[in-house]
C-alpha cells in the first residue's frame, strides 16, 4: 500500500480536538495547511465527517445505526474509489462507539438536543413547515427549515455563516454540516469552520475556507456549486468522484453526472410559480402593447420575464414598455397606478443584492417606434449604456420609485401619484414609453436578477397602467 502524503496520525489529533471544540488558533492554522496541500488528506477528512454526520443523522431521525461506512484509507484517491473497505480501523471503531454511547445516553436521558446554531437575521422572511424556531435570534440545534420568500442568516457556533433563499428546505445537523433538500444557500466559512459540509440530494459540498453557493434544483435535483472565494470539493456520492473548485469556478451534478469544472459564474439558479393579480374594478386597465429589456443576449434570456438588474461591469438590465393611450383623454385620468408583476427569475443570489430601489421613468417624446425585438443597449431611446440605471436626463421625467426587500422575488410593486397622472395626461391621444431601472446596484457579482411579468406570459398579467376617471 502506498504511504500517505500526510501526518495520518497528527490529522486524526487535529480533527478529534476540532470536533470537540478544542482545537487551538495554531492547531486550527496545521490543520488548514494539511487539507490545502492534500488530496488525500481532503479525503480522509471527508470519510470521517461523514461518519460524523450519519451519526446525527440516525440520531436524529429516530432510527438505529444500522451499519458503519467504510474505514479512513488512506489510499490514493483512484484505489478507494475501485474498493472501498467494510470494516472500521480500530480508532474509528472506539471513536464510533464513544460517539454511539453518547447518543444513546442522550436518547435515554431525555433530554433536547443542544443547540449549535443561532438564527441571526431574517430579511422578509415567510416560513413554511419545519420544527424549528424561525423568530430572529433563536437558538437552533438539530432540525428542518422551509423558507418560502426572504432571506434568512443562519450562524453556526464553529463560525459557518449560511445564508437561507427563497424557496429553500434547509436542515441542520450539527455546528459542521447541514443539508440543502431543494433550494439555495450561500456559506461564508472561516479558517475556524473548515471541513463545513453542506450534503444534497446528489452532492456533497465540502469546504476548505471559502464563500461558495449550493443550490439544488426543484425538478431534476441537480446541484449546483459555485465558488467565490478560496476552496471546496464536490464530491458525487453515487459515483465517489470528486472534483475541487476554486475562486470563479463551478460545476454542476446530477446522477452519475459530474460535470466538468467551468470557469466564471452561472446565474442560473431555481425558479418558482406565484398567483395572479387581482386589480379593482373600479380601475379601467391598460396592458402594455410592447416590453422588452436592454443587455447583452445570453442564453437565459426570457420571453415571458422583462429583466432588470444594476450589475458589475457592464451586466445591467432594464425593462421598456410602451402604452397604447390613443382611446384616452385627459379629463378621463383622475388619478392612475402602474402595476408590476414580480416573478423569480432564476438567476442570481438575493444575498448579493440589498433592499433594492427600483425607478420609473417617462420618455418625454411620445410615439418612438422601438421595436420589442431589436431593443438592445445601444439602441434603446434615452440609454446610457453600460451603467446600471443611467439614463438620457433631458430625455425623460422621473415619474416614481418603489423598494423591493431583499430576498423578496414576487408580488406586486408599482407607482402611484399626481407624478404619473399628469405624465399621463400630458401624453393622452398617443403611444408612451416607461422605462424601469434598479437603482440599487448589488454588493457582489452574480447578484440577483429581479423579473417583471411581461405581455408575453401565458397567464400572468404584463405591465399594466390602471386609471381612475376621479383623483384618489
Known amino acids: 500500500m502506498n504511504e500517505p502524503d500526510f501526518d495520518q496520525h497528527k490529522l486524526r489529533r487535529l480533527m478529534a480536538e476540532a470536533l470537540d471544540g478544542e482545537i487551538d488558533e495554531a492547531g486550527r492554522r496545521d490543520l488548514n495547511k494539511m487539507l490545502e496541500a492534500s488530496a488525500g488528506a481532503r479525503c480522509y477528512y471527508r470519510e470521517l465527517m461523514d461518519l460524523h454526520a450519519r451519526l446525527h443523522l440516525e ?11 467504510g474505514s479512513l484509507s488512506t489510499r490514493p484517491l483512484e484505489q478507494r474509489r475501485a474498493a472501498r473497505r467494510t470494516r472500521l480501523t480500530p480508532w474509528l471503531a472506539a471513536a464510533a462507539a464513544i460517539v454511539l454511547l453518547a447518543v444513546f445516553a442522550w436518547r435515554d436521558s431525555g433530554s433536547d438536543p443542544q443547540p449549535f446554531a443561532t438564527l441571526e437575521t431574517t430579511h422578509s422572511a415567510q416560513w413554511g413547515g419545519g420544527n424549528l424556531a424561525t423568530s430572529m435570534g433563536s437558538r437552533l440545534g438539530a432540525g428542518k427549515l422551509r423558507l418560502e420568500q426572504g432571506v434568512a442568516v443562519i450562524r453556526f457556533d464553529s463560525g459557518a455563516e449560511v445564508s437561507l433563499e427563497a424557496p429553500v428546505e434547509f436542515q441542520l445537523i450539527d455546528a459542521m454540516n447541514c443539508r440543502v433538500s431543494v433550494g439555495t444557500a450561500v456559506a461564508n466559512v472561516p479558517d475556524s469552520a473548515t471541513g463545513f459540509r453542506i450534503e444534497t440530494p446528489s452532492a456533497m459540498v465540502i469546504d476548505y475556507g471559502t464563500r461558495f453557493s449550493v443550490s439544488v434544483d ?17 464530491e458525487n456520492p453515487t459515483t465517489g468522484d470528486v472534483v475541487s473548485l476554486r475562486a470563479g469556478q463551478h460545476n454542476s451534478v446530477a446522477g452519475l453526472l459530474n460535470g466538468p469544472v467551468i470557469d466564471g459564474f452561472n446565474e442560473k439558479f431555481r425558479t418558482r410559480e406565484s398567483d395572479t393579480l387581482l386589480l379593482g374594478s373600479q380601475w379601467t386597465t391598460l396592458e402594455s402593447c410592447k416590453d422588452a429589456y436592454t443587455g447583452y443576449p445570453l442564453d437565459t434570456d426570457s420571453e415571458q420575464l422583462l429583466y432588470v438588474k444594476h450589475g458589475q461591469n457592464d451586466f445591467h438590465r432594464k425593462a421598456y414598455m410602451g402604452f397604447d393611450l390613443s382611446g384616452v383623454r385627459p379629463d378621463e385620468i383622475g388619478s392612475a397606478r402602474l402595476v408590476l408583476q414580480f416573478e423569480p427569475t432564476g438567476l442570481g443570489l438575493a444575498s448579493h443584492v440589498p433592499d433594492a430601489t427600483f425607478g420609473v ?3 418625454l417624446q411620445s410615439d418612438i417606434g422601438w421595436d420589442e425585438t431589436k431593443l438592445r443597449r445601444y439602441n434603446a431611446p434615452a440609454n446610457i449604456k453600460d451603467t446600471g440605471a443611467g439614463l438620457v436626463s433631458d430625455e425623460v421625467n422621473k415619474l416614481g420609485s418603489f423598494v423591493v426587500k431583499q430576498g423578496v422575488q414576487l408580488g406586486s410593486f408599482g407607482i402611484d401619484g399626481e407624478a404619473l397622472a399628469d405624465f399621463l395626461r400630458e401624453h393622452a391621444g398617443t403611444t408612451v414609453t416607461l422605462v424601469v431601472v434598479r437603482e440599487t446596484a448589488e454588493i457582489a457579482e452574480t447578484g440577483l436578477v429581479h423579473g417583471i411579468v411581461s405581455r408575453r406570459h401565458p397567464f400572468l398579467p404584463g405591465p399594466t397602467l390602471a386609471i381612475c376617471p376621479t383623483a384618489p
Open 59 to 69: 440520531y436524529n431521525s429516530g432510527r438505529e445505526v444500522e451499519s458503519m461506512p
Open 361 to 363: 421613468y417617462g420618455l
Open 218 to 234: 426543484s425538478d431534476t435535483g441537480s446541484t449546483l456549486t459555485q465558488v467565490f472565494e478560496g476552496l471546496v470539493d464536490v
